[in-house]
C-alpha cells in the first residue's frame, strides 16, 4: 500500500516535470514512471492530474504565505524598512528553495493560465496584501502620493517575480553560474539598495 512519503514524492516529482515539460506535455504515465508508482496511487491521492495539479500548487501557496505571516508578526517592533527586507529575504529564500515550482506557477500565470489562475488566485491577494502593508509604510516615511506608491509597488513586485520568469538559461547566460544561496544574498542585496535609495531620495 502506497504511504505519505510516496503522496509527497509524486508531488515532488510532477512538480519538475511541469516545471520541464509543462501541464499539459506531462503525463499521468510520465509521472508514475519517474516517482515509481502505479498509476492507480496517483488516482488514489488526486483523482487525476488536475486534482495532483491543484494539490501541489496550494500545498506550495500555504507553506508560502505561512512563512510570510510568520515573517510579518515577527517584525511588529523592528522599523518599517528593515520590516520589509526581511520580508524580501523570506520570499526570495523560499522562491529559490523551491525553484521549479515556482517558475511553473509564474509561466503559467504569465500566459494566463486559467487552469493556474483560478486555483490561485486567493493565494495572490493575500501575498500582495502582505507585501503592502510591509512597503506602504517605507513609501509614506517620503510622503509619496498614492500612484507613485502603486507605481513603485509594481516595480518591487516586478523584482521578486522576474528570476523565476525567465529562461534558466537566459538567466544563466546573464549572471553565470550563480548556487542557490548566494543567488539570493546577491540579488537580495540589489533590491535592499533600490529600497535604500527610495528612502534616501530627494523627493
Not at 496511487?41 to 492530474?49: E, H, L, V
Not at 508560502?64 to 518599517?80: C, S
Not at 526570495?92 to 506557477?105: G, V
Amino acid at each position: 500500500m502506497t504511504t505519505k512519503p510516496t503522496k509527497q514524492k509524486i508531488m515532488r516529482i510532477a512538480s519538475t516535470l511541469f516545471y520541464q515539460k509543462g501541464f499539459q506535455g506531462t503525463s499521468i504515465r510520465d509521472i508514475a514512471a519517474q516517482a515509481n508508482v502505479n498509476i492507480s496511487a496517483i488516482s488514489y491521492y488526486f483523482n487525476g492530474k488536475q486534482g495532483l495539479l491543484e494539490q501541489t500548487v496550494t500545498t506550495y501557496y500555504e507553506s508560502y504565505l505561512n512563512v510570510l505571516e510568520k515573517t510579518y508578526e515577527e517584525t511588529t517592533k523592528v522599523a518599517p524598512p528593515e520590516r520589509l527586507k526581511k520580508l524580501i529575504a523570506t520570499i526570495l529564500q523560499f522562491k529559490q528553495e523551491n525553484e521549479e515550482l515556482t517558475c511553473f506557477i509564474s509561466r503559467e500565470m504569465a500566459f494566463d493560465s486559467m487552469f493556474v489562475r483560478e486555483i490561485v488566485v486567493t493565494y495572490l491577494a493575500k501575498e500582495n496584501y502582505l507585501i503592502k502593508k510591509a512597503f506602504f509604510p517605507v513609501l509614506q516615511m517620503k510622503q509619496m502620493n498614492r500612484r507613485e506608491q502603486q507605481l513603485l509597488f509594481m516595480q518591487l513586485v516586478g523584482m521578486l517575480s522576474t528570476p523565476y520568469l525567465v529562461h534558466p538559461d537566459f538567466k544563466q547566460h546573464t549572471i553565470g553560474y550563480i548556487n542557490k544561496n548566494d543567488f539570493v544574498k546577491y540579488y537580495l542585496r540589489t533590491i535592499n539598495h533600490w529600497l535604500d535609495w527610495l528612502i534616501t531620495r530627494e523627493i
